[in-house]
Nanobody, 125 residues
Framework: VQLQACGGGLVQAGGSLRLSCAGS????????MGWFRQAPGKEREFVAA????????YYSDSVKGRFTISRESAKNTVYLQMNSLKPEDTAVYYC???????????????????WGQGTQVTVSS
């Protein structure tokens, strides 16, 4: 499956952005989906994940309560709603997909084998 992320941009601290990740080539059914981010000089880190069957979600502690991951299967799209943004949220955000039979969600980069190209999010103080 090919992934295309978009929706990044420049926003002031406290603002909001919604990222979208559209898939093509295969339906998102049976794909666990995740969002990761990578700041300059740092490793790629987990942000949020969602299962394919019941929509169970999982978040990193740093974004819990501020970010929401969701999926719209009919549009083959996954979203990341980001509220109360902080300067430390500045990074390139990547969506990822993992074909899955179990209905789980995944939080490790090694558990995903399909990645989008990334979209830049910059939060100014």
């Amino acid at each position: 499956v090919q992934l295309q992320a978009c929706g990044g941009g420049l926003v002031q601290a406290g603002g909001s952005l919604r990222l979208s990740c559209a898939g093509s080539g295969r339906t998102f059914n049976r794909f666990a989906m995740g969002w990761f981010r990578q700041a300059p000089g740092k490793e790629r880190e987990f942000v949020a994940a969602i299962s394919w069957n019941d929509g169970s979600t999982y978040y990193s502690d740093s974004v819990k309560g501020r970010f929401t991951i969701s999926r719209e299967s009919a549009k083959n799209t996954v979203y990341l709603q980001m509220n109360s943004l902080k300067p430390e949220d500045t990074a390139v955000y990547y969506c990822a997909a993992s074909f899955d039979y179990s209905g789980r969600y995944y939080s490790r980069t090694t558990e995903y084998d399909n990645w989008g190209q990334g979209t830049q999010v910059t939060v100014s103080s």
